[in-house]
């Protein structure tokens, strides 16, 4: 059974860091491009960034650039998200996802994890 | 950066009803167009992609179809088990990667 398994959310200052793990299980997770997608309390969903099976790309939406950072490590089968000078409306809870692609690039995210909350606040 | 505009914002039917939820692109996005399931505390699961397609294991009440800028969600025969929020989400060209604003469906 595929699974991914979020963990590191938590309360932080604003202008604290924060680092979220994403373990994946049941499928060959080298062979995937990843991504985080977050979604603030009672809001929409909102995609963070992705990044590409070898880490060689990596995509972020303009609010987070420049203070998130997306990495993962194959051997580990573990993905990760390190969020630095967190704000206030970056608290929501992040779900990290599996990009599956069909023919023409015509991709979506399937399986999610459960999310982690982050909570920024003082 | 795209635009997506889901109506109605939420929605109340009958058990049976027919159900119909739209989603407009702010540009054409040829056949990049998924659609997801969001149940109360529950993580979002992927419904139909690439406008048509329905997921593997998904009812086949779940319909999608549109083309261009504008794309629909249809659920034949509403089943209580389908309360939930419902959002659509398009990935063409360069990021970012935007979702509607979602529907609620709630049962009469």
């Known amino acids: 059974e595929m699974q991914l398994v979020e963990s590191g959310g938590g309360l932080v200052q604003p202008g604290g860091s924060l680092r979220l793990s994403c373990a994946a299980s049941g499928f060959t997770f080298s062979s995937h491009w990843m991504g985080w997608v977050r979604q603030a309390p009672r809001k929409g969903l909102e995609w963070v960034g992705s990044i590409r099976q070898d880490g060689g790309d990596i995509q972020y939406v303009d609010s987070v650039k420049g203070r998130f950072t997306i990495s993962r490590d194959n051997a580990k089968n573990s993905l990760y998200l390190q969020m630095n000078s967190l704000r206030d409306e970056d608290t929501a809870v992040y779900y990290c996802a599996r990009v599956q692609v069909a023919a023409a690039n015509v991709w979506w995210f399937d399986p999610w994890g459960q999310g982690a909350l982050v909570t920024v606040s003082s | 950066d795209i635009q997506m505009t889901q109506s109605p914002y939420s929605l109340s039917a009958a058990v049976g009803d027919r159900v119909t939820i739209t989603c407009r692109s702010s540009q054409t996005i040829s056949n990049y167009l998924n659609w997801y399931q969001q149940k109360p505390g529950q993580a979002p699961k992927v419904l139909i992609y690439g406008i048509s397609t329905l997921q593997s294991g998904v009812p086949s009440r779940f319909s999608g179809s549109g083309s261009g800028t504008d794309f629909t969600l249809t659920i034949s025969s509403l089943q209580p088990e389908d309360v939930a929020t419902y959002f659509c989400?398009?990935?063409?060209?360069?990021?970012?990667?935007?979702f509607g604003q979602g529907t609620k469906l709630e049962i009469k």
């Open positions: 989400q398009q990935n063409s060209g360069a990021p970012p990667y935007t």
